[in-house]
């Protein structure tokens, strides 16, 4: 009798009563997904619209308390003005269709990002989105948009910088809960688990501050074919690891 024994599935279970508090996810491989298919990248970013809402109704069935999703970076705006704006089209799409069956999905959305770059119409609707979901109990679901960890620092130490200079206050009595209530996240708790699809093993700017102790877990699975069971895969993989902090 082998003592090992190899399955073809590995081990998926995983503890309900116990799951990570806060999941964020990057949504990576629309384009190569589109690609694959030979459709316009457009198409994948359609079709990864689908699966976020897919994720985060899920998110919300199962009990986890936060969700927070890199949708367009501060470097995006690099990419041809008809991907961009193809994004932002698919975006107020998205907004709309979520405002129709807001009552329906009762999913709590806030928005991380300087919003200033976007057209008033698309801000207005994110603000419409944000008010009427406020008291919704459940998950809350963050969608980062325009967001750069970096940039998100930045404005942190600017805030700190002018409020210190008006209240001329010693700069060594600066601390980390001075930055982190000056970020977009300021009163959600840092990340358990990132998850990124698509096979990229790097973070591109999400959530610096907030990962210092965050558990990554990567996949090679581009994030229009990731489904529920990705994400159960994700948190049984998160479940297993030991979390120390720095302690024994
Ligand atoms: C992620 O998918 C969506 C955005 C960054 C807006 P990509 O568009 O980056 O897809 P790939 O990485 O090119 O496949
Ligand atoms: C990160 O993906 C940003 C989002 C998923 C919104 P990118 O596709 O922009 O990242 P890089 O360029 O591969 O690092
Ligand atoms: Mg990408």
Redesign the pocket.
């Known amino acids: 009798m082998p003592i090992f024994q190899k399955t073809s599935q590995p081990d998926h279970s995983v503890d309900f009563a116990n799951l990570p508090r806060h999941v964020a996810i990057?949504?990576?491989g629309n384009g190569r997904w589109a690609k694959k298919r030979g459709l316009p990248r457009t198409a994948g970013h359609a079709a990864g619209a689908e699966t976020f809402r897919t994720i985060a109704t899920y998110c919300k069935e199962i009990g986890l308390d936060y969700l927070t999703v890199?949708?367009?970076?501060t470097?995006?705006w690099k990419r041809p003005q008809d991907e961009v704006n193809a994004i932002m089209g698919l975006l107020k799409k998205y907004l709309l269709e979520s405002i129709e069956k807001m009552e329906r999905d009762r999913v709590k959305m806030a928005f991380f990002g300087d919003l200033s770059p976007l057209t008033p119409e698309l801000r207005a609707l994110c603000q419409r989105t944000q008010e009427i979901s406020k008291n919704y109990e459940g998950c809350q679901v963050n969608i980062?948009l325009n967001y750069g960890g970096r940039d998100e620092i930045t404005r942190a130490v600017r805030g700190i910088a002018a409020d210190w200079l008006k209240e001329g206050r010693d700069p060594a009595s600066i601390t980390e809960q001075d930055i982190t209530s000056r970020l977009f996240s300021a009163g959600v708790p840092d990340p358990d688990l990132i998850i990124r699809p698509s096979g990229?093993i790097?973070t591109?700017n999400?959530l610096l501050w907030q990962s210092a102790y965050s558990e990554y877990y990567f996949t090679d699975v581009l994030w229009p074919d990731f489904t529920k069971e990705e994400l159960i895969k994700a948190i049984g993989a998160f479940q297993k690891r030991s979390r120390r902090f720095g302690g024994v």
């Not at 890199?70 to 970076?73: E, G, I, K, N, V």
């Open positions: 990057i949504m990576d890199y949708a367009f970076s470097e995006n980062c990229e790097r591109s999400f």
